[in-house]
T-cell receptor
Framework: DAKTTQPTSMDCAEGRAANLPCNHS???????VYWYRQIHSQGPQYIIH???NNETNEMASLIITEDRKSSTLILPHATLRDTAVYYC????????????FGTGTSLTVIP | DGGITQSPKYLFRKEGQNVTLSCEQN?????MYWYRQDPGQGLRLIYY???????QKGDIAEGYSVSREKKESFPLTVTSAQKNPTAFYLC????????????FGEGSRLTVL
């Protein structure tokens, strides 16, 4: 049970911000939201994670709604190398601390 | 550089043969995992281990076996009992079962002829 819902695919123009949504309406209080991405035929790569507050690192920003039922991953200036499948994952005690991967969002950055 | 090494990258086997996929990490992580990925699908958990000499079944453990004799190593054996073994196999590790992000290897692609 992946516990998250993401759009199947999205497009984004190169240089623009890519906003990838994720619904996790059944998230529990101690469960974290993680984002990973997978470029074709490679191992997934960690991007960012958060609990309640918005987070930012050198790769992306994570915006979590106040009720924590949804989040958005923001890639501020998408490049062609950001074309990948993006996975939103909820992890915590109620998932047995496991990372459950759904089918993710296939992001295509268009020149 | 610290990381996870999987081998072989590509593997072909005949039906009825067992095959073992190697996974080694030098990150000093306690927890290790094996995932399977089929085309166009997400990752599914096969087995995981939180400490040496201990491992637990994931969601699709049937037809697979693992061992954890050393902290650094978590090999996966795909047995002849696995009915549809052709897939992309990913090994991963975290600092512990309860903390840390998941670090992945580059994967092993198994094809059964």
């Amino acid at each position: 049970d992946a516990k998250t819902t993401q759009p199947t695919s999205m497009d984004c123009a190169e240089g623009r911000a890519a906003n990838l949504p994720c619904n996790h309406s059944t998230i529990s209080g101690n469960e974290y939201v993680y984002w990973y991405r997978q470029i074709h035929s490679q191992g997934p790569q960690y991007i960012i994670h958060g609990l309640k507050n918005n987070e930012t690192n050198e790769m992306a920003s994570l915006i979590i709604t106040e009720d924590r039922k949804s989040s958005t991953l923001i890639l501020p200036h998408a490049t062609l190398r950001d074309t990948a499948v993006y996975y939103c994952i909820v992890r915590g005690l109620y998932t047995g601390n496991q990372f459950y991967f759904g089918t993710g969002t296939s992001l295509t950055v268009i020149p | 550089d610290g990381g996870i090494t999987q081998s072989p990258k590509y593997l072909f086997r005949k039906e009825g043969q067992n095959v073992t996929l190697s996974c080694e990490q030098n990150l000093n992580h306690d927890a290790m995992y094996w995932y399977r990925q089929d085309p166009g699908q997400g990752l599914r958990l096969i087995y995981y281990s939180q400490i040496v000499n201990d491992f637990q079944k994931g969601d699709i453990a049937e037809g697979y076996s693992v061992s954890r004799e050393k902290k650094e190593s978590f090999p996966l054996t795909v047995t002849s009992a696995q009915k549809n073994p052709t897939a992309f196999y990913l090994c991963a590790s975290t600092r512990s079962l309860t903390t840390g992000e998941l670090f992945f290897g580059e994967g092993s692609r198994l094809t059964v002829l």
